[in-house]
């Protein structure tokens, strides 16, 4: 079983070493899929759903298995899609402000290229979590 653990404060960098045609491929990749992430995203302040939209972008952008959200201090653990062999994970933190630690998982390992695609979409994701964050809490 493998497994990583990040903690992303901002968005992930693609690899500044990588020829011109593969930056601008994973460029163009990241872009259509936080336009989707987006789209999928907005509309919603209700956290399970959030995971559940964030989940469907990822499964038809990279075929991502399941996900797991937790927030411990606010007491949320959402675990949705399936279990995995393989997983990586990332501490959210915007503005010294922690949003939670969300794992994704599938069966067969995640590449770094992919990493680095999660890594691109996952501030997509910070302003529709702080959202649904401060909804729960009032």
Same mark, same amino acid.
């Given at each position: 079983?493998?497994?990583?653990?990040?903690?992303?404060?901002?968005?992930?960098?693609?690899?500044? +070493? /990588?020829?011109? &045609?593969?930056?601008?491929?994973?460029?163009?990749?990241? #872009?259509? =899929?936080? *336009?989707?992430?987006?789209?999928?995203?907005?509309?919603?302040?209700?956290?399970?759903?959030?995971?559940?939209?964030?989940?469907?972008?990822?499964?038809?952008?990279?075929?991502?298995?399941?996900?797991?959200?937790?927030?411990?201090?606010?007491?949320?653990?959402?675990?949705?899609?399936? +279990? /995995?062999?393989? &997983?990586?994970?990332?501490?959210?933190?915007?503005?010294? #402000?922690? =949003?939670? *630690?969300?794992?994704?998982?599938?069966?067969?390992?995640?590449?770094?290229?992919?990493?680095?695609?999660?890594?691109?979409?996952?501030?997509?994701?910070?302003?529709?979590?702080?959202?649904?964050?401060?909804?729960?809490?009032?």
């Amino acid at each position: 079983m493998s497994s990583a653990t990040y903690e992303l404060a901002t968005a992930g960098a693609l690899n500044p +070493e /990588a020829p011109d &045609s593969q930056l601008t491929e994973r460029k163009s990749r990241s #872009e259509r =899929l936080r *336009e989707q992430l987006l789209s999928n995203l907005n509309g919603t302040t209700e956290l399970a759903a959030l995971q559940e939209r964030l989940l469907n972008s990822l499964t038809q952008g990279m075929g991502v298995d399941g996900l797991h959200y937790q927030h411990e201090a606010l007491d949320v653990d959402i675990q949705i899609g399936s +279990e /995995a062999l393989h &997983s990586c994970g990332y501490r959210l933190l915007a503005t010294n #402000e922690y =949003l939670g *630690e969300i794992t994704f998982k599938r069966n067969r390992r995640f590449s770094e290229r992919e990493l680095a695609l999660i890594e691109s979409v996952i501030p997509a994701l910070m302003k529709p979590l702080r959202a649904s964050l401060k909804s729960r809490e009032r």
